[in-house]
Protein backbone atom coordinates (compact mmCIF):
# COMPACT_ATOMS: atom_id res chain seq x y z
CA UNK A 1 0.00 0.00 0.00
CA UNK A 2 1.22 3.62 -0.43
CA UNK A 3 3.13 4.69 2.80
CA UNK A 4 3.48 8.35 3.93
CA UNK A 5 3.64 10.92 1.62
CA UNK A 6 5.16 14.67 1.93
CA UNK A 7 4.54 17.67 -0.20
CA UNK A 8 6.46 19.49 -1.42
CA UNK A 9 10.11 17.55 -1.51
CA UNK A 10 11.55 20.65 -2.05
CA UNK A 11 11.10 24.79 -0.68
CA UNK A 12 13.10 27.34 -0.83
CA UNK A 13 12.22 30.92 1.13
CA UNK A 14 13.06 34.22 1.69
CA UNK A 15 13.74 34.62 5.32
CA UNK A 16 10.73 36.27 6.73
CA UNK A 17 8.19 34.48 4.58
CA UNK A 18 5.92 31.90 5.11
CA UNK A 19 5.73 28.52 4.56
CA UNK A 20 2.79 25.07 4.91
CA UNK A 21 4.89 21.76 4.57
CA UNK A 22 1.80 18.63 3.74
CA UNK A 23 2.16 15.04 5.33
CA UNK A 24 -0.32 12.50 4.03
CA UNK A 25 0.09 9.77 6.69
CA UNK A 26 -0.69 5.60 5.93
CA UNK A 27 -4.73 5.48 5.64
CA UNK A 28 -5.72 4.33 8.76
CA UNK A 29 -3.00 5.43 10.98
CA UNK A 30 -4.09 7.25 14.14
CA UNK A 31 -0.43 8.94 15.47
CA UNK A 32 1.57 11.55 13.33
CA UNK A 33 4.69 12.84 14.12
CA UNK A 34 6.95 15.96 12.93
CA UNK A 35 10.81 15.98 13.19
CA UNK A 36 13.47 18.44 11.85
CA UNK A 37 16.30 16.48 11.04
CA UNK A 38 19.62 19.22 9.96
CA UNK A 39 22.19 18.44 7.74
CA UNK A 40 24.46 15.65 9.03
CA UNK A 41 22.00 14.71 12.26
CA UNK A 42 19.52 12.43 13.74
CA UNK A 43 16.08 13.42 13.23
CA UNK A 44 14.35 15.57 16.06
CA UNK A 45 11.18 15.75 17.59
CA UNK A 46 8.91 18.13 16.83
CA UNK A 47 5.33 17.62 17.52
CA UNK A 48 2.61 14.57 18.25
CA UNK A 49 -0.76 14.35 16.58
CA UNK A 50 -3.51 11.27 18.34
CA UNK A 51 -5.86 11.73 15.64
CA UNK A 52 -6.87 15.19 15.40
CA UNK A 53 -5.76 15.93 18.87
CA UNK A 54 -2.16 17.25 19.35
CA UNK A 55 -0.93 15.89 22.19
CA UNK A 56 2.68 16.91 22.54
CA UNK A 57 3.86 20.36 21.08
CA UNK A 58 7.29 19.96 23.17
CA UNK A 59 9.70 20.22 20.77
CA UNK A 60 8.74 22.94 18.37
CA UNK A 61 11.43 25.53 18.60
CA UNK A 62 9.60 28.69 18.75
CA UNK A 63 5.72 30.00 18.06
CA UNK A 64 6.53 30.70 14.97
CA UNK A 65 5.90 26.80 14.31
CA UNK A 66 2.58 25.70 14.28
CA UNK A 67 1.24 22.20 12.95
CA UNK A 68 -2.58 20.97 12.54
CA UNK A 69 -4.29 17.84 11.68
CA UNK A 70 -7.66 19.39 12.02
CA UNK A 71 -9.14 15.83 10.43
CA UNK A 72 -7.36 13.37 12.40
CA UNK A 73 -5.82 12.68 8.34
CA UNK A 74 -3.62 14.87 6.76
CA UNK A 75 -1.07 17.27 8.90
CA UNK A 76 -0.05 20.58 7.80
CA UNK A 77 3.53 21.95 9.82
CA UNK A 78 3.39 25.85 9.24
CA UNK A 79 6.47 28.12 9.97
CA UNK A 80 6.10 31.95 9.98
CA UNK A 81 8.72 34.83 9.24
CA UNK A 82 11.32 31.53 8.30
CA UNK A 83 14.87 31.97 9.56
CA UNK A 84 18.20 31.02 7.94
CA UNK A 85 18.47 28.42 11.18
CA UNK A 86 14.61 26.49 9.89
CA UNK A 87 16.93 25.01 7.07
CA UNK A 88 16.31 21.49 7.38
CA UNK A 89 14.54 18.76 6.54
CA UNK A 90 11.21 18.33 7.97
CA UNK A 91 10.11 14.65 7.84
CA UNK A 92 6.62 13.35 9.38
CA UNK A 93 5.80 9.98 10.65
CA UNK A 94 2.85 7.59 11.05
CA UNK A 95 1.71 5.27 13.29
CA UNK A 96 -1.25 2.43 13.49
CA UNK A 97 -0.81 2.59 17.50
CA UNK A 98 -2.30 4.86 20.15
CA UNK A 99 -0.74 6.82 22.81
CA UNK A 100 1.16 4.90 25.32
CA UNK A 101 2.31 2.42 23.13
CA UNK A 102 5.17 1.57 21.48
CA UNK A 103 4.35 1.22 18.01
CA UNK A 104 6.29 1.37 14.73
CA UNK A 105 6.88 4.52 13.17
CA UNK A 106 6.65 4.58 9.26
CA UNK A 107 8.38 7.90 7.68
CA UNK A 108 7.83 9.58 4.58
CA UNK A 109 10.35 11.34 2.36
CA UNK A 110 10.64 14.40 4.08
CA UNK A 111 10.55 18.16 2.89
CA UNK A 112 13.93 19.90 2.58
CA UNK A 113 13.40 23.70 3.20
CA UNK A 114 16.25 25.97 2.55
CA UNK A 115 15.95 29.92 4.19
CA UNK A 116 17.61 32.28 1.90
CA UNK B 1 14.81 13.40 28.94
CA UNK B 2 16.01 10.98 26.68
CA UNK B 3 19.84 10.82 25.92
CA UNK B 4 20.81 8.23 23.03
CA UNK B 5 24.39 8.05 22.33
CA UNK B 6 25.47 6.33 18.75
CA UNK B 7 29.23 5.21 17.66
CA UNK B 8 31.33 5.19 15.76
CA UNK B 9 30.29 8.19 13.74
CA UNK B 10 31.46 6.46 10.57
CA UNK B 11 31.98 2.74 9.85
CA UNK B 12 33.89 1.44 6.76
CA UNK B 13 34.03 -2.40 6.50
CA UNK B 14 35.43 -4.86 3.96
CA UNK B 15 31.88 -6.42 1.35
CA UNK B 16 31.14 -10.21 3.30
CA UNK B 17 32.14 -8.40 6.49
CA UNK B 18 30.70 -7.92 9.71
CA UNK B 19 29.52 -4.46 10.92
CA UNK B 20 28.27 -3.54 14.78
CA UNK B 21 26.63 -0.27 15.58
CA UNK B 22 26.20 0.62 19.68
CA UNK B 23 23.94 2.89 21.31
CA UNK B 24 23.26 3.91 25.10
CA UNK B 25 20.46 5.66 26.16
CA UNK B 26 19.89 7.32 29.63
CA UNK B 27 16.29 6.84 30.46
CA UNK B 28 15.67 3.68 32.40
CA UNK B 29 11.53 3.70 31.27
CA UNK B 30 12.61 3.50 27.54
CA UNK B 31 11.25 0.06 26.46
CA UNK B 32 11.40 0.22 22.69
CA UNK B 33 14.84 0.57 20.34
CA UNK B 34 14.09 1.04 16.46
CA UNK B 35 17.27 1.14 14.36
CA UNK B 36 16.35 3.22 10.90
CA UNK B 37 18.40 2.95 7.45
CA UNK B 38 18.66 6.45 5.82
CA UNK B 39 19.62 7.12 1.92
CA UNK B 40 20.75 9.75 0.35
CA UNK B 41 17.75 11.89 -0.23
CA UNK B 42 14.98 9.42 1.42
CA UNK B 43 13.28 9.07 4.48
CA UNK B 44 14.53 6.73 7.54
CA UNK B 45 13.40 2.88 6.62
CA UNK B 46 12.76 1.05 10.05
CA UNK B 47 14.73 -2.45 9.57
CA UNK B 48 14.30 -3.76 12.87
CA UNK B 49 13.62 -2.85 16.35
CA UNK B 50 13.18 -4.55 20.21
CA UNK B 51 10.94 -4.16 22.62
CA UNK B 52 12.62 -4.32 26.80
CA UNK B 53 10.98 -7.73 27.51
CA UNK B 54 13.62 -9.49 24.58
CA UNK B 55 17.03 -9.12 24.84
CA UNK B 56 17.75 -10.23 20.85
CA UNK B 57 16.14 -10.04 17.41
CA UNK B 58 17.03 -11.60 14.35
CA UNK B 59 15.41 -10.88 11.04
CA UNK B 60 17.89 -12.67 8.56
CA UNK B 61 21.27 -10.75 7.72
CA UNK B 62 20.32 -8.29 10.51
CA UNK B 63 20.19 -8.80 14.48
CA UNK B 64 19.45 -6.32 17.89
CA UNK B 65 20.56 -6.68 21.19
CA UNK B 66 19.45 -5.51 24.02
CA UNK B 67 21.05 -4.77 27.38
CA UNK B 68 18.38 -2.95 30.18
CA UNK B 69 20.91 -3.29 32.73
CA UNK B 70 23.74 -1.54 31.00
CA UNK B 71 21.17 0.77 29.11
CA UNK B 72 22.61 -0.41 25.64
CA UNK B 73 21.74 -1.98 22.50
CA UNK B 74 23.64 -2.96 19.45
CA UNK B 75 23.07 -3.24 15.56
CA UNK B 76 24.77 -6.36 14.05
CA UNK B 77 24.67 -6.78 10.52
CA UNK B 78 26.50 -9.96 8.77
CA UNK B 79 27.77 -10.64 5.23
CA UNK B 80 27.64 -6.46 4.40
CA UNK B 81 26.21 -5.68 0.94
CA UNK B 82 27.16 -2.84 -1.27
CA UNK B 83 23.54 -1.84 -0.89
CA UNK B 84 24.03 -1.67 3.02
CA UNK B 85 25.43 1.66 2.66
CA UNK B 86 24.22 4.17 4.38
CA UNK B 87 23.12 6.12 7.91
CA UNK B 88 22.00 4.11 10.25
CA UNK B 89 20.03 5.62 13.10
CA UNK B 90 18.81 3.96 16.53
CA UNK B 91 16.26 5.81 18.69
CA UNK B 92 14.56 5.00 21.61
CA UNK B 93 11.29 5.76 23.24
CA UNK B 94 9.44 5.75 26.80
CA UNK B 95 5.80 5.77 25.77
CA UNK B 96 4.01 8.02 27.79
CA UNK B 97 0.27 9.04 27.74
CA UNK B 98 0.73 11.42 24.90
CA UNK B 99 4.12 11.27 24.06
CA UNK B 100 5.59 8.70 22.06
CA UNK B 101 8.59 10.76 19.89
CA UNK B 102 11.68 8.86 19.25
CA UNK B 103 14.80 9.95 20.45
CA UNK B 104 17.43 9.71 18.02
CA UNK B 105 21.17 9.19 18.07
CA UNK B 106 23.45 10.90 15.78
CA UNK B 107 23.87 8.46 13.31
CA UNK B 108 26.34 6.01 11.84
CA UNK B 109 27.71 6.67 8.18
CA UNK B 110 28.38 2.57 7.49
CA UNK B 111 30.10 2.21 4.27
CA UNK B 112 30.82 -1.15 2.52
CA UNK B 113 33.94 -1.39 0.56
CA UNK B 114 33.99 -4.17 -2.53
Known amino acids: GAGVSQSPRYKVAKRGQDVALRCDPISGHVSLFWYQQALGQGPEFLTYFQNEAQLDKSGLPSDRFFAERPEGSVSTLKIQRTQQEDSAVYLC??????????????FGPGTRLTVT | GENVEQHPSTLSVQEGDSAVIKCTYSDSASNYFPWYKQELGKGPQLIIDIRSNVGEKKDQRIAVTLNKTAKHFSLHITETQPEDSAVYFC?????????????FGKGTHLIIQP
Open chain 1, 93 to 106: ASSLGTSGGSYEQY
Open chain 2, 91 to 103: AATAPRIGADGLT
